[in-house]
């Protein structure tokens, strides 16, 4: 029979951890992080023993005399003397309770912090861990499902051999989730159904979601029977088929079953289906499927967690009174994929109606929330999230209030660029609110050893740094804004089409004449040059004050952002700089120009590989979505295209004109000089002569 502790809990060597006989495979996956978590602070590996063997610390279910909190999760720290020497028991109330109590033993006394991983937290060992006795109970989080949705995840794909990724990438991934105590993952987009990214999440404890494109997680209509029309309206019993294998596959999981109807290829279904043109036909028929993907569940699986992504036109229907649905569904309200809560642009349609449930909108309400966004406009990819802390602490705790709090999924891209802010969406989730200078500052403790006010200065200054690029404080350039119109401006210009607007890119800049979109352009991009220019350098005299280790580990994720911010505004003020030279007729210093554009866009290119040391190595190979890699064969093919306005056909003109001795420009003979200048050479030495003849 043990009593409560008095005496201080000493740990070093090999600790000995008592465990039950049998325990679930989540329990197992957390004693392994604790047992190397433990051997990294301590320097041994810990000795695992049956329960009831003496111990230093005992993992074990809860009971009654424990008064563990009795709900879902719950976890406890309990103090023991057991044979004369001070024990702590770590209970929970159920296989993620006592994940999660391993999880945050392991933070609190050991010092591993959630993404220890995916920000090279550094972990030094110690002689001894100290623990006072002291009984502990967690808190019950704000939200019951929160979770991560691993979306846009290329650098993942692409960071390892194997397709689809392998346990080892997403091993690390859920470790995280979990360590930020996460319960649920979308883990990766329509990848295939072979791959182990839902087997090992279930394996892991987490509950598994789905994609609002891909309702009950079932195989796209188009992939299981190519060729057919996609429509319900004429062939139900195939959809149904589809719904019927998802269920029969997942039943014995733990699944929150999205209720969704979608048209291929995430877009509104009607696109394919053109007969459903009112909104009450769209709606009765979203309702419609809805109650039968419902009903087929409720048959199958056992008290049925259901959800419904009110996401683009589904909310706006639902808002509307189109959309019936079930009164236990949790309705899933989405932000417009730049942290504010209102509906997401189309194209250059932007009207931004409140995404959040009325007052009198009863039933359970969540948020899908993006820290990390692709657009092909202006969306952060690559980099942070690039507003404020205090603007997501008000944006979520408001839909707290409107009573969106039963259900949380951030949009967590490739972790590594986000750790910062899913930390504060940690926070968040957990507590339901935030003190942001707080939490930042316990951050920068967490991670560095030293300098925190200047690092912390850094992570506030970076949303300062950032370009708004419209009237609206979520209007905030990401990387993607300064590739995805700067190819669109090159296709357009070069396909000749420059005496007509580029219809897409009026969001940005207006339907307005070319020239005046390319000018809209160049006026911010000045803007945002200096802004990240005086960024960078703050960022650059606080890691040179740091230790080796520490300055790597602040270039990757503080210094990393604001370089691609800065190369990519460089890259694309020198593009639009180079189409107004074009314009009038300059076509060397338009040349000049589009290598200065080219260079600038290189050295975003040259961070992503700097990134990749170590562990990293690779893990920025597949850019696929803002692509940097494109966008500088882009302009590459630009300044060739320009250097055939006036250079060609022997590439030889600007030289002799601009650039050739005088004593040598009348008098040389033609078949002595044939060799042209490379693009980099010729723009070089034209970029010094223009400058010392006040030409560019």
Known sequence: MSQQSNEALRLKGRVRIGVPGTYPSPVAHAIRMLARDLEAVLGAEPELVAEEEAAELRIRLAAEEDRCPERPEAFGFRSHMAGGRPRMDIVGRDELGLVYGILEFSRLHLGIQPFWFWADQSIAERPEIVI???????P???????????????CLIGWKEPYPPSREVWEPVFEALLRCGGNMVIPGTDLPRDGIHYKLAAEMGLWVTHHHAEPLGAEMFLRAYPGRTASYQEAPELF???WQEAIEEQKDMKVLWVLSFRGQGDKPFWIDDPAFDTSEKRGAMISRVIRKQYDMIASAVRNPVYCAALYGEIAELYKGGYVDLPEDVIKVWADNGYGRMVSRRHGNQNFRVPALP???????????????FHDLQASNHLTMFPGPASFLKREIESAFEAGADEYLLLNCGNIRPHVYTLDVLRELWNAGTIDVNGHLGQFVRDYYSSHHDELAALYQSYAEAALPYGPHEDDLAGDEYYHHPARKIIGHWLQGKGDEPHPRLAWAVGDVPFEEQVKGFEARLEQGMGRWKAWLERCSEVLAQLGPDERRR?????MFHGALHLSGCEGFYWLCRSYREYRRERCPQAFVFASESMWAYQKGLDVLRDAEHGKWDRFYRADWLTNIESTVQNVDTLRRFLRMHGDSPDFFLWYKEYLMPVTEKYIYLENTHRNPLSDDELAGRLKEYFQQEGML
């Not at 019950?140 to 290329?154: I, L, M």
């Not at 009325?358 to 990390?372: E, N, Q, R, S």
């Open 240 to 242: 149904e088929a589809l």
């Open 358 to 372: 009325a007052a009198d909108d009863g039933g359970k309400h969540g948020l899908y929330y993006h820290v990390t």
């Open 554 to 558: 602040a270039a990757d994720q503080l």
């Open 132 to 138: 006072p006795p002291q009984d502990y109970d967690a």
């Open 140 to 154: 019950a989080p704000k939200v019951r499902y929160r979770g991560w949705f691993v979306n846009d995840e290329v």
